[in-house]
Nanobody, 113 residues
Framework: QVQLVESGGGLVQAGGSLRLSCVAS????????MGWYRQAPGKQRELVAT???????NYADSVKGRFTISRDNAKNTVYLQMNSLKPEDTAVYYC???????WGQGTQVTVSS
């Protein structure tokens, strides 16, 4: 079992930036891909970005060119850098460790127009 804790959410104006962090309770990145998901009110949870054990990344079309997923193995932390934010990015953002099927508690991102 692994615990994940997200942080970094908040309220930002459209066009602004935020960086989300997801800290794992122990070293896991050599064993599992990590993903960032989001869930807006009344919508299904959707996959936003992934990073594999080898460091390959992938993004949903809606965030390509604006969001960047990365990780710091020494800090057991995965990041989601979000630039050029839009009101439609408003959601609760979650990180997930796929191999362990573990989820964090989520962090709220609100983008005002």
């Amino acid at each position: 079992q692994v615990q994940l804790v997200e942080s970094g959410g908040g309220l930002v104006q459209a066009g602004g930036s935020l960086r989300l962090s997801c800290v794992a309770s122990r070293s896991i990145f050599s064993a599992t891909a990590m993903g960032w998901y989001r869930q807006a009110p009344g919508k299904q949870r959707e996959l936003v970005a992934t990073i594999t054990t080898g460091g390959s990344t992938n993004y949903a079309d809606s965030v390509k060119g604006r969001f960047t997923i990365s990780r710091d193995n020494a800090k057991n932390t995965v990041y989601l850098q979000m630039n050029s934010l839009k009101p439609e990015d408003t959601a609760v953002y979650y990180c997930r460790a796929w191999y362990y099927d573990s989820w964090g508690q989520g962090t709220q991102v609100t983008v005002s127009s």
